[in-house]
Structures are given as structure tokens and as C-alpha cells.
């Protein structure tokens, strides 16, 4: 029991120093590669505390090892800005002004509802109150808002159809059927539900409309009364 002790107590003193000298950024926001030093770190941490059979030197080598490469690749991503973008990554637009980047989205395995999610997240409930978003390279979700972007969102959208499907729950809170909408789309000069890459709708009756390909465009539908 003393032995597994002074053990821990060493890899942990040891740890405490490599993650120090690793700077701030390892301890805040990661880029990928360091998420990556850091789990490997830690599980070549845990094998000489568990394991008495294994000398501690081995742990401490390899620790530092890796602590080593992390500081290579530190280096050629401060200094050779394509290497950075190899290693880190880049930040992805995945709204504009033209509406939803769905490119943008598919390379991130991200798609609208994660996009519409985040969003929320950050404050922003109308897809037509922000300018532009994306994400980081490290993941973490940015968003230009609207000037006057408080008067967009003035009740909360839900939505109708998500890339080309008809979201069942939501069509009921507008105590509307799918024809009802099927024929908004057809006004709009869309005649097949799976061009539609999002549709929204909130309870004064806003509509937030994309096409696949195409800029979004924002109408009112005459509803009588705010529903929700």
C-alpha cells in the first residue's frame, strides 16, 4: 500500500508539472491534437499507478515523451500558418447572410437542428436574428447577431420541416396539418418538400424558409391570433 502511494504521488507531481509547462490553452479551450496529448497523458498516467510490475520510469518516459511532442507540434502550429490549419483546423461559417451553410454543416457531421440548438444556447431563437455563426476549431459556437435582432424573435419559432421532413410534434403545436404547409410551400414556388432544407415558423405566424441552395426568405402568414 506505501509503495502504490509514493507511486501516485509521484505521477501526480509529474502530471502536475507537464501540464503546467503544456500553458494556459491546455488547461482551457483544446485544439484536437492537444484533446488527444491530454487523453493519452492521462491513460499512460493510470498503467504505473495500477500495475506495481510496471517500473514507474517507464510511465515517466512515455509521459514525456508525449509531453514532447506536444511541444513539436506547438511549434509548427505557431509558425507554418498551412501546418496550423492541418493540425487545428479551421473555423466553419455555417450561417451567413444568404441563410444556413449546409456544406458547412455536413463537414462538421453537424446538421440544421444541431446549428438551431447551438444557436438557442447562445441567446438567438430567429434563424433570420444572426448574421453569421460558426464554429471554432476547437468547437466552441460564435455568433453574429443583427442589429436590431430583439425585434426578430418576439415569439418562439419551431420547426416545421428539417431538411426535407416534417417534424410531427412541432406541425401539432401549430394545430395545423401538413396540406395546410404543403400548400404555404407550393405559394412559395416549391412543389417538393425535399428541396426544403428548414422551415420555421413562431406564433405570430413568421416564417423562416431555405431552399437547398438557395437564400433563405422570411414572409408572415395571416393567422388570426398569436398562438403561442
Same mark, same amino acid.
Given at each position: 500500500?506505501?509503495?502504490?502511494? &509514493?507511486?501516485?504521488? &509521484?505521477?501526480?507531481?509529474?502530471?502536475?508539472?507537464?501540464?503546467?509547462?503544456?500553458?494556459?490553452?491546455?488547461?482551457?479551450?483544446?485544439? =484536437?491534437?492537444?484533446?488527444?496529448?491530454?487523453? %493519452?497523458?492521462?491513460?499512460?498516467? #493510470?498503467? =504505473?499507478?495500477?500495475?506495481?510490475? %510496471?517500473?514507474?520510469?517507464?510511465?515517466?518516459?512515455?509521459?514525456?515523451?508525449?509531453?514532447? @511532442?506536444?511541444? &513539436?507540434? #506547438?511549434?509548427?502550429?505557431?509558425?507554418?500558418?498551412?501546418?496550423?490549419?492541418?493540425?487545428?483546423?479551421?473555423?466553419?461559417?455555417?450561417?451567413?447572410?444568404?441563410? %444556413?451553410?449546409?456544406?458547412?454543416?455536413?463537414?462538421?457531421?453537424?446538421?440544421?437542428?444541431?446549428?438551431?440548438?447551438?444557436?438557442?444556447?447562445?441567446?438567438?431563437?430567429? @434563424?433570420?436574428?444572426?448574421?453569421?455563426? @460558426?464554429? !471554432?476549431? !476547437?468547437?466552441?459556437?460564435?455568433?453574429? =447577431?443583427?442589429?436590431?435582432?430583439?425585434?426578430?424573435?418576439?415569439?418562439?419559432?419551431?420547426?416545421?420541416?428539417?431538411?426535407?421532413?416534417?417534424?410531427?410534434?412541432?406541425?401539432?403545436?401549430?394545430?395545423?396539418?401538413?396540406?395546410?404547409?404543403?400548400?404555404?410551400?407550393?405559394?412559395?414556388? #416549391?412543389?417538393?418538400?425535399?428541396?426544403?432544407?428548414?422551415?420555421?415558423?413562431?406564433?405570430?405566424?413568421?416564417?423562416?424558409?431555405?431552399?437547398?441552395?438557395?437564400?433563405?426568405?422570411?414572409?408572415?402568414?395571416?393567422?388570426?391570433?398569436?398562438?403561442?
Amino acid at each position: 500500500m506505501g509503495l502504490i502511494f &509514493i507511486r501516485t504521488v &509521484i505521477i501526480f507531481i509529474g502530471l502536475l508539472i507537464i501540464m503546467r509547462l503544456m500553458g494556459k490553452r491546455q488547461i482551457g479551450e483544446m485544439q =484536437p491534437y492537444e484533446l488527444v496529448i491530454t487523453l %493519452i497523458i492521462s491513460e499512460l498516467a #493510470c498503467i =504505473p499507478m495500477a500495475d506495481n510490475s %510496471i517500473p514507474l520510469l517507464f510511465g515517466i518516459v512515455s509521459i514525456l515523451t508525449v509531453f514532447l @511532442l506536444h511541444q &513539436i507540434v #506547438c511549434l509548427i502550429d505557431l509558425n507554418f500558418i498551412s501546418a496550423k490549419k492541418v493540425v487545428s483546423g479551421t473555423a466553419s461559417v455555417v450561417l451567413n447572410k444568404n441563410g %444556413i451553410d449546409d456544406t458547412q454543416l455536413k463537414k462538421n457531421n453537424l446538421d440544421v437542428s444541431d446549428l438551431i440548438e447551438s444557436l438557442r444556447n447562445a441567446g438567438y431563437f430567429s @434563424l433570420d436574428a444572426v448574421d453569421y455563426a @460558426l464554429y !471554432e476549431a !476547437e468547437g466552441t459556437f460564435s455568433a453574429l =447577431p443583427k442589429k436590431d435582432y430583439q425585434n426578430l424573435q418576439t415569439s418562439l419559432p419551431v420547426v416545421i420541416i428539417d431538411e426535407g421532413r416534417f417534424d410531427v410534434h412541432n406541425l401539432k403545436e401549430t394545430a395545423k396539418d401538413k396540406t395546410y404547409f404543403l400548400n404555404v410551400l407550393k405559394e412559395q414556388g #416549391c412543389a417538393n418538400i425535399k428541396k426544403v432544407l428548414v422551415m420555421t415558423v413562431d406564433g405570430n405566424g413568421k416564417v423562416y424558409l431555405q431552399m437547398k441552395n438557395q437564400k433563405y426568405k422570411v414572409f408572415n402568414l395571416h393567422w388570426k391570433e398569436q398562438l403561442w
